[in-house]
């Protein structure tokens, strides 16, 4: 074997630290992969979060950066706060896992990396900031999605009531003389406010120390982003209006906001320039050769083991994707675990009841996911009424009607509702979910529909 020379000896156990920290988080991921499958679907695989593939590498850069100025080093002694909090963090990893909260563990396998590093690690700023800088890779940040819509409907129609356009403005509909035009999920602007902030937060990090430096930068930035999507949104409206709809633009109308947001960027980077601190000599500093804390490393792996996502969907069963009956309209479920179905008590010929099971090996595999569609394709609600244990619709597609129920069941627990689900799984999240359930009832019923009293039908 080739013996390794004094230098690389010196050299191999300087980067110790520096090898610790990756460690540990390919082990944290590693033991999280189902967390990391619903990043991977709904960050890097959504546009909204194109620049998610970014992050990671500016968190690697930032963490070796601050590793060569001696900023990451290991705890020389045991921390009980550090423990604490990293102890919270696997328990609120354990019950928003076991409870199927998208946001909760997302936000917990945040705290998960944060709070295990400052286990092994001295707390620092230039450790911290990196880690929860992957915040921005995070799909948590659709909640603002229908506020900013809003914003944008109605920063719109202020800005087109200065021209001569008669518009009509329903929702987030705005009509004009050449047509209608949506204010969507993706005209919110929330891609080119993420952008704004993930930018600003990094440039404050690197540059500014003024606290009223980095306020100015950030509503800037903000601000910005902001006033860029409307002016996309407004540019498009008076080009469609003045194309008749023709234009190349009203097809790939993504791209043209990036040609306004560009400019906009320039314009950051020199207000960043004028409100940046002098730069200040800095020493690179030589990490110490320490050693990892014996007592904090093994309690940190096994928690991270004991409260691991890969742990807990362990003897789940793979995702069944089976289409259901072709003869009769079916829901579109993502994921489920089975699905079983029969002819409807008393509606043999004309009806169907189709029973979903959630019990599978990914985290989205839940009845309240939000793309799962509970109402037939190309069928129009006529009548809705909520029974606070079953829905009942009233449905009409043509000439034909049907009837429907349905309802979300966890062992003797049902609701119609999803937020009621919602609230009752985490309330019960040491109940295993293995009895999970949407029940769904269809049958035609030829214009003359009547209840069919579910909750006394079904066992």
């Known amino acids: 074997m080739e013996k390794l020379l004094p230098m690389q000896v010196t050299q191999h156990i300087i980067y110790r630290p520096l090898y610790v920290l990756f460690a540990l988080f390919a082990f944290i991921g590693l033991m999280n992969m189902p967390i990391l499958v619903t990043l991977w679907r709904h960050s890097f695989d959504d546009g909204t979060y194109s620049h998610a593939f970014l992050i990671p590498v500016i968190s690697a850069y930032l963490l070796f950066d601050a590793f060569k100025q001696g900023k990451i080093e290991l705890r020389d002694k045991f921390s009980f706060l550090a423990f604490f909090l990293f102890l919270i963090s696997c328990v609120c990893l354990f019950a928003t896992v076991r409870a ?152 790939d109308h993504n791209n043209f906001g990036w040609y306004l947001y560009v400019p906009f960027m320039v314009i950051l980077f020199y207000l960043g320039n004028k409100l940046a ?31 691991s996502s890969a742990l807990l969907m362990i003897n789940r069963q793979p995702i069944n994707n089976m289409s259901g009956n072709q003869a009769l309209p079916s829901p579109d479920i993502k994921f489920y675990s089975s699905l079983s179905q029969r002819p409807l008590p008393g509606f043999e010929d004309t009806g169907i009841e189709q029973v979903y099971q959630f019990y599978c090996d990914d985290l989205d595999c839940k009845p309240s996911y939000y793309a799962n569609v509970v109402l037939p394709q190309g069928w129009q609600v006529v ?28 062992q003797d627990f049902r609701t119609s509702n999803v937020k009621r689900f919602k609230l009752m799984r985490s309330k019960s999240f040491l109940t295993s979910n293995e009895n999970d359930k949407l029940i769904w009832q269809f049958r035609f019923c030829d214009m003359d529909c009547e209840p069919l009293l579910a909750n006394e039908q079904q066992e």
Not at 137 to 148: I, K, Y
Not at 200 to 228: D, E, K
Not at 277 to 299: G, S, V
Not at 383 to 410: N, P, S
Request: aromatic share 14%; charged share 15%; net charge neutral.
């Open 383 to 410: 009548e809705f009424r909520d029974h606070k244990q079953f829905a009942e619709y009233v449905l009409q597609q043509g000439r034909r009607q049907a009837h429907l129920q349905l309802w979300y069941q966890r």
């Open 277 to 307: 601190d002098e730069p200040e000599e800095q020493t690179i500093q030589k990490p110490a050769a320490t050693k990892p804390n014996l007592t904090a490393t093994l309690l940190t792996l096994v928690m991270v083991s004991l409260c």
């Open 100 to 251: 199927q909260m998208s946001l909760g563990y997302w936000l917990s396998l945040l705290m998960l990396l944060s709070s295990a590093s400052i286990m092994l690690f001295k707390p620092r700023l230039a450790l911290l900031f990196p880690t929860l800088y992957l915040i921005f890779l995070m799909p948590l940040w659709g909640a603002f999605t229908t506020f900013l819509q809003d914003m944008s409907v109605a920063a719109a129609t202020g800005i087109l009531h200065f021209t001569d356009i008669p518009i009509y403005v329903k929702d987030q509909f705005i009509s004009l003389p050449a047509g209608t035009f949506e204010i969507a999920n993706g005209c919110s602007g929330l891609r080119y406010l993420l952008v704004s902030l993930a930018i600003s937060s990094l440039y404050v990090f690197l540059y500014i120390r003024n606290w009223r430096s980095a306020t100015i930068f950030f509503t800037f930035a903000i601000l910005g982003a902001l006033i860029t999507n409307w002016i996309r949104i407004v540019s498009l409206i008076l080009i469609g209006q003045y194309t008749n709809m023709e234009s190349e633009l009203m097809h």
